[in-house]
């Protein structure tokens, strides 16, 4: 079965760094989004990204992160000058249809220090 | 706002029965989803109710009254590998977003 798949699983970085986190999501969708979890807490929406362009933001989505699709198969996550709050696990999704189930890679964890 | 609430944690016995309610207040409502959460995995999608009434997939079954805004996950013959989180999740219009409940963790007991 197809799947998302996530690099790197595990990224540890300093604060004040620039991060970027890279998804394949599945060949035949067209709706990809970044979500991310704080330990133990709820999957938070990030951005949605369709036609090549973003659909929809969150308020946590501001002028430090940016997404981009470079080659038609990778969807990137970027986060610049990164700060102890944004450790979470960043999940990459990615649905066929607007309203389609949405199929999640494993998540990069992400810890600032 | 927008909200779901859904119980923080939920226990039941291996072979049991357990529902898992979830009330949401939304400005729209595109369809109500389950996905499910084992520690340290991604979230994998359970089921979808667009329209009133139960949808069944195997042991698991998910209800929706769109007049009441609630929702429940209906989980039957409970196996030690059911011990995850459960999330519920709305869509609440025509944008992509989904509003995400805070999870309901399972535990079981043999």
């Known amino acids: 079965e197809p799947e998302v798949t996530q690099t790197p699983s595990h990224q540890v970085t300093q604060m004040g760094q620039e991060v970027i986190l890279r998804c394949v999501p599945i060949?035949?969708?067209?709706?990809f989004y970044w979500y991310r979890q704080i330990l133990g807490q709820k999957v938070e929406f990030l951005v949605s990204?369709?036609?090549?362009?973003?659909?929809?933001k969150s308020e946590i989505f501001d002028d430090q992160f940016s997404v981009e699709r470079p080659d038609g198969s990778n969807f990137t996550l970027k986060i610049r000058s990164t700060k102890l709050e944004d450790s979470a696990m960043y999940f990459c999704?990615?649905?066929?249809?607007?309203?389609?189930?949405?199929?999640f890679g494993n998540g990069t964890r992400l810890t600032v220090t | 706002g927008q909200s779901l609430e859904q119980p923080s944690e939920v226990t039941a016995v291996e072979g049991a029965i357990v529902q898992i309610n979830c009330t949401y207040q939304?400005?729209?409502?595109?369809?109500l989803s389950w996905y499910q959460q084992h520690d340290g995995g991604a979230p994998t999608f359970l089921s979808y109710?667009?329209l009133d009434g139960l949808e069944e997939t195997g042991r698991f079954s998910s209800f929706l009254s769109r007049s009441d805004s609630y929702g429940y996950l209906l989980l039957q013959e409970l196996q030690m590998k059911d011990s995850a989180s459960y999330f519920c999740?709305?869509?609440?219009?025509?944008?992509?977003?989904?509003?995400w409940g805070a999870g309901t963790k399972l535990i079981i007991k043999p």
């Open positions: 999704a990615s649905g066929n249809a607007f309203n389609s189930p949405l199929h």
């Open positions: 060949s035949n969708h067209l709706y």
């Open positions: 990204f369709y036609n090549n362009e973003i659909s929809e």
């Open positions: 939304t400005s729209g409502f595109y369809g």
């Open positions: 109710n667009a």
């Open positions: 999740a709305v869509r609440p219009g025509s944008n992509y977003q989904l509003i």
